[in-house]
């Protein structure tokens, strides 16, 4: 029986803290090379999860502990859908090649992740276009919007 305790979570909370950025993550899975991932990441509300999207698998999503707002996108910004895990949504789909970001909104939050595998890094193509990198200063404006998007709404901040 493979277990992810209380404790486990609070560490992993200690040290996403500590963490450049503001995140870490913890599997469940075995291997890197699993069919399926299965992982709690625990975030931070400075940490910026990029809008991106995985061609080839659906993403669930559910909070541990905390909040998250969970935004999905078209192709030009717009946001299509939003739910907020831990307050009105307990767990959330994204389909695959669907447009996605994520906002922790409180501290030691650590939400649960469960996507196809085997882990592929992330290229520059599955970021949205529009989006800004990790490393421009923008993308702190960008979360801040995050918060309160609603569907209908673009990002235009760069």
């Not at 907020?84 to 389909?95: A, F, K, R």
Request: net charge negative; hydrophobic share 40%.
């Amino acid at each position: 029986m493979n277990k992810l305790s209380f404790d486990k979570l609070s560490a992993l909370s200690d040290t996403a803290r500590q963490s450049p950025r503001q995140r870490m993550n913890h599997n469940i899975h075995s291997e890197l090379s699993d069919t399926i991932q299965r992982l709690a990441i625990a975030m931070e509300p400075d940490t910026y999860i990029r809008p991106h999207r995985h061609l080839k698998t659906w993403e669930l999503l559910t909070a541990l502990r905390g909040r998250f707002v969970v935004l999905t996108f078209d192709d030009n910004g717009v946001v299509i859908d939003r739910a907020v895990l831990g307050e009105s949504e307990s767990v959330i789909e994204t389909p695959a090649g669907g447009w996605h970001a994520v906002l922790s909104l409180d501290a030691d939050a650590v939400i649960f992740e469960v996507k196809h595998g085997p882990y592929a890094p992330f290229k520059e193509e599955d970021f949205a276009p529009w989006s800004p990198a990790a490393d421009d200063e923008n993308h702190k404006v960008l979360m801040a919007w995050y918060r309160d998007a609603e569907i209908g709404q673009q990002w235009s901040g760069c």
